[in-house]
């Protein structure tokens, strides 16, 4: 009797350190099957890398992601972000709470954290703020405040983002002194959307139009030089 109740108490001891080294290592609480669901179509669900994180959010598949893995990494997402502060994962948790995915929609909280990604200098971050802005999605539309955000990612090398400034130059938002500098970083862009590619070329020759003959021939420099 007391042998088999000391085996007990080491298989449930057992048990909780390895479910507590699960979470610590980045796996997910166990899933549960659901019905007509073998144990064999079950997996640990791995955190996302900083840098695989960021190509999801770059490719607008990060919530996809998220729902795809069965919500299982909630828990671990909202650490990354409240206590780590990881830029990446700010801006992913914050979306979730804006959007209401796997957890209750949160939009004001959301756009904080997105904030937050944003100060710490996140591209994507600094271009879905300033999209929100142009188009009042979940704010209030402040155009001239979406100019300031874009500004900052078209300098990161936000293609999206540099687009969309001149959009809003174009529309006679922000500063002529930006032009130059706005016309550097889309003209020299690279992407191999055709339909993109015309839009850029359509948008530096009206951009052209606004600016004098030396400023454009200032801008067309390489990058870097």
């Not at 671990?76 to 209750?104: H, N, S, T």
């Amino acid at each position: 009797m007391k042998q088999n109740l000391f085996t007990s108490m080491v298989a449930n001891v057992s048990a909780s350190m390895i479910f507590a080294g699960v979470l610590l290592f980045g796996v997910t609480k166990p899933s549960y099957a659901l019905e007509g669901e073998t144990i064999e179509e079950l997996r640990a669900v791995q955190l996302y890398s900083q840098d695989a994180l960021i190509e999801m959010i770059n490719a607008n598949t990060h919530l996809d992601k998220v729902v795809e893995d069965r919500c299982q990494l909630v828990q671990d997402i909202e650490a990354r972000a409240d206590v780590l502060k990881i830029p990446a994962y700010q801006f992913l948790w914050g979306d979730m709470l804006a959007w209401g995915v796997c957890i209750d929609e949160a939009p004001e909280r959301g756009i904080g954290y997105m904030e937050d990604a944003a100060n710490q200098g996140l591209p994507a971050a600094l271009e879905q703020l300033g999209r929100y802005y142009a188009k009042g999605t979940l704010v209030q539309q402040d155009k001239e405040r979406a100019v300031v955000y874009l500004r900052e990612a078209a300098a990161l090398k936000n293609l999206n983002a540099q687009i969309r400034l001149v959009e809003l130059f174009l529309e006679g938002y922000g500063s002529p002194y930006d032009y130059v500098d706005a016309y550097h970083w889309l003209y020299n862009s690279v992407t191999s959307d055709k339909q993109q590619h015309q839009q850029i070329a359509g948008y530096l020759a009206k951009l052209e139009k606004l600016m004098h003959p030396k400023a454009v021939r200032e801008a067309k420099r390489p990058l870097d030089s």
